[in-house]
């Protein structure tokens, strides 16, 4: 049986896409068979693999597109990705930015949640939302892990706003009585995650990686492998 990943939460524009094409590629490199399931309306992920399937050099990331129309039940995408996690050793779901049925469906059934978020107020203020989202789906699914992944930080050392998120975090422990999992690797706001999308490729797969880009993704990696 395969793993579902999931990479979902409430904000738009915080690099979903961006880390679960990353994990696709970086997970196929490792010789894993991977799908990739965009269930966002707006298919960059898709278009990503779309192009990354041009480019026979790279190693194979195999792609769905999911997404529930009105009627629909969750219930088929649930049913979907448990099917695809008997096919392949990782199904990497791409949900989009808002309380969806498709992030919800995603939750109840994955093995692992990620949720990046800015070092930003807004993006801080969703995550009692999202706790009580998993809190809800527990039921369905009782295994399920879910880690907050600091995304797009500044690498300017001056901007102290990720010391700011996990001071938050932690007075959110003290308040709510929980533990809250955050990797703690931080994902710096970096050119070459930009670049290598347009390409179909991971930060690993350029000339000459970005070597904190790097070190980034394969902590990310070994929590998903973990
Ligand atoms: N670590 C990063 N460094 C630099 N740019 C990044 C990083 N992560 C994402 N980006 C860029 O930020 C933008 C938003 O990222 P992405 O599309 O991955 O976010 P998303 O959460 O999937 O957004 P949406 O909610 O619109 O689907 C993109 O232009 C992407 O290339
Ligand atoms: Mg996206």
Redesign the pocket.
């Known amino acids: 049986m395969g793993k579902i990943i999931l990479f979902g939460g409430q ?8 880390y679960a094409t990353n994990m696709s590629a970086i997970l196929a490199i490792n010789g894993y068979s991977v799908i990739l399931v965009d269930s ?1 309306k ?1 298919e ?1 992920s898709y278009g990503w693999a779309e192009t990354r399937g041009e480019n026979e050099n790279l190693a194979t990331v195999d792609v769905a597109k999911l997404v529930l129309r009105n009627n629909d039940k969750s219930k088929i995408l649930v049913n979907q990705l448990k099917s695809f996690s008997e096919k392949y050793d990782f199904v990497i779901v ?1 949900a ?2 808002r309380d969806s049925m498709e992030l919800r469906a995603a939750i109840s059934v994955c093995n692992k949640f990620f949720i ?1 978020l800015k070092a930003s107020q807004p993006d801080f203020d969703t995550i009692p939302k999202m706790i009580q989202m998993v809190d809800d789906l527990e039921i369905i699914n009782p295994d399920i892990q879910f880690k907050i992944l600091m ?2 930080i500044s690498p300017n050392p001056v901007v102290k706003e990720n010391l700011e998120f996990k001071e938050g975090i932690k007075e959110l422990e003290e308040l709510l009585d929980i533990k809250i999992p955050l990797l703690n690797e931080e ?5 070459t ?2 670049d290598v ?1 347009k390409e179909g490729m991971s930060v690993l797969e350029i000339n000459k990686p970005n070597a904190k880009a790097k070190k980034e993704m394969n902590a990310l990696l070994k929590e998903v492998l973990k």
Do not use: E, L
């Open positions: 904000k738009g524009g915080v690099g979903k896409s961006t966002d707006q960059s791409d989009g930015g990046p995304s797009m994902i710096n706001d970096r050119k995650y930009r999308f």
